[in-house]
């Protein structure tokens, strides 16, 4: 069965400082894999997807995320991190017409 | 430019009534979505449909019906509010082999 795992919870960084948010999926096939952020109040935005080709991916807003086979992993990378990076993050993995979604991953940014 | 649209945004309801939450999309897209936010849970789908006239159930369809009449809108109904069923519904839309989806803004419901 189709399956993401964010296994942090809640992360706290300093402004300027960089990121990394985890995300591990299972999935029998070659996974189309996808991190969505979402802002209080609002709805999901994708900022970056993967589904073949180059494993390191750029997405919107300066973040990149890189595809690892081997660890079954799409972390989700930011190298200075902006206080209006604060919010939730959602990895997801594509499967036949659906989505699953990891259980998020709420950043806080410390001024 | 409007994307996805819910509505309502917001609604109230007590225990045993009934709603629809309306979707509808401008981007003609094929595929519709209905998720559920809870905290500490992620979204879960509800129902979906892959095209005009479908619906197929999710992970989490117990307590709602949908219906896609036509291709733009998705209706998500729930015939008997239980307080279990206060959350976010978020609906989407895609189209096939794309995954690009589109999510709408969101409607908060609270059953009491």
């Known amino acids: 069965a189709q399956s993401v795992t964010q296994p942090d919870i809640h992360i706290t960084v300093s402004e300027g400082a960089s990121l990394e948010l985890r995300c591990n999926y299972s999935?029998?096939?070659?996974?189309?894999l996808f991190w969505y952020v979402q802002s209080p109040g609002q709805g999901l935005q994708l900022l970056l997807k993967?589904?073949?080709?180059?494993?390191l991916v750029q997405g919107i807003k300066g973040f990149e995320a890189e595809f690892k086979r081997s660890q079954s992993s799409f972390n989700l990378r930011k190298p200075s991190v902006h206080w209006s990076d604060a919010a939730e993050y959602f990895c997801a993995v594509g499967a036949g017409n659906q989505f699953y979604f990891g259980t998020g991953t709420s950043l806080t940014v410390i001024p | 430019n409007a994307g996805v649209t819910q509505t309502p945004k917001f609604r109230v309801l007590k225990t045993g009534q009934s709603m629809t939450l309306l979707c509808a999309q401008d981007?003609?897209?094929?595929?519709m979505y209905w998720y559920r936010q809870d905290p500490g849970m992620g979204l879960r789908l509800i129902h979906y449909?892959?095209?005009?006239?479908?619906?197929a159930k999710g992970e989490v369809p117990d307590g709602y019906n949908v219906s896609r009449l036509k291709k733009q809108n998705f209706l998500l109904g729930l015939e008997s509010a239980a307080p279990s069923q206060t959350s976010v519904y978020f609906c989407a839309s895609s189209n096939p082999g794309n995954y690009g989806y589109t999510f709408g803004s969101g409607t908060r419901l609270t059953v009491v």
């Open positions: 449909s892959v095209g005009e006239g479908t619906t």
């Open positions: 981007m003609n897209h094929e595929y």
């Open positions: 993967y589904f073949s080709g180059d494993t």
């Open positions: 999935y029998g096939a070659t996974p189309y």
